[in-house]
């Protein structure tokens, strides 16, 4: 099989990525992790989060020697998204493979064993021709036993929101994820992505660093975030906002427990492809 390199971002967001790694560790064959040296984010703004505890986390994971940080200037630009194109191709640059995976912190592989076992072998003859793509599943918020999830008008709880995320050492990033490679193919792999679905304090400092953190100031998205409860998320519909990812609108959203989760998304990525 060819091996496969995958790149991930330390930032403030950095707890979440211990449960990331674990998703897709046993698949690959080398992990690079982003650290900017200042511990500034791509808009410019200082961060910090508990460095013994992750560095002890990912040394107790990492029990085949597949991850290393680079610890760079990341943030040479004014624009953040510029600083977000920029820190994904010297990560690029730092792998040993041909074939570059991006998983960001807050994304947790669903059905990757399908994916890197039977579904990998197959495209192998193409992976230098084509970007791939995969499916995110969107919590929104989470209470205490329950959480909502962006919904399908259908019976279906996803929202079948694509995002590129692997590609050909040659090309490069040139908006977050998306490279100047135009050819893509979908692929079966699901990823739960908590970008949205965090405390309020936590989802306000993402929201304004993240690379498009330029949109948030003419975005309602936080407005509408805050005010959804377990009593009016119905009346929640096509409220898709400007500034983050696929332009289509979210259609809903519907209310499951949140023990059944795991076993929901994996019922549901069964669906995807």
């Known amino acids: 099989m060819i091996k496969k390199s995958v790149i991930s971002l330390i930032s403030y967001d950095a707890h979440l990525l211990p449960n990331s ?9 080398e992990i690079v992790l982003g650290l900017d040296k200042d511990r500034v984010t791509w808009s410019h703004q200082s ?10 986390e990912l040394k107790k994971i ?10 760079e200037h990341f943030h040479p630009s004014g624009l953040a998204i510029e600083n977000d194109n920029y820190e994904r191709n010297v990560l690029k640059s730092h792998c040993t493979n041909d074939w570059i995976m991006s998983f960001d912190a807050d994304e947790e592989l669903i059905n990757p064993k399908e994916f890197f076992y039977s579904w990998c072998p197959l495209f192998e003859p193409y992976y230098k021709k084509y970007d791939l793509t995969f499916t995110w599943f969107l919590p929104w918020k989470e209470f205490e036993e329950d959480i909502l999830m962006i919904a399908e008008e259908d019976t279906s709880f996803i929202k079948s929101e694509r995002q590129g995320f692997a590609t050909y050492k040659n090309n490069q990033f040139t908006y977050a994820r998306w490279t100047n490679n135009q050819f893509r193919i979908e692929t079966p792999l699901c ?13 306000n400092q993402k929201i ?3 690379g498009h953190s330029d949109r948030v100031k003419e975005d309602p998205f936080f407005g509408i975030w805050k005010q959804t409860t377990l ?6 519909r096509n409220f898709k906002t400007s500034g983050l990812g696929d ?4 259609a809903r959203l519907t209310k499951i427990k949140r023990a059944e989760l795991n076993d929901i998304c994996k019922m549901e990525a069964q669906r995807v492809y």
Do not use: M
């Not at 790694?21 to 046993?26: A, V």
């Open 21 to 29: 790694i674990k998703s897709y560790y046993d698949y690959v064959d």
């Open 47 to 56: 961060f910090k989060f508990d460095e013994n505890k992750l560095w002890a």
């Open 62 to 71: 990492d029990t085949k020697g597949k991850i290393s940080v680079i610890e």
């Open 191 to 203: 990823i739960l992505h908590w970008s949205l679905c965090r405390n309020e304090k936590d989802l």
């Open 208 to 210: 304004n660093n993240i």
């Open 231 to 236: 009593q009016n998320y119905e009346q929640l």
């Open 247 to 250: 332009p289509k609108q979210w």
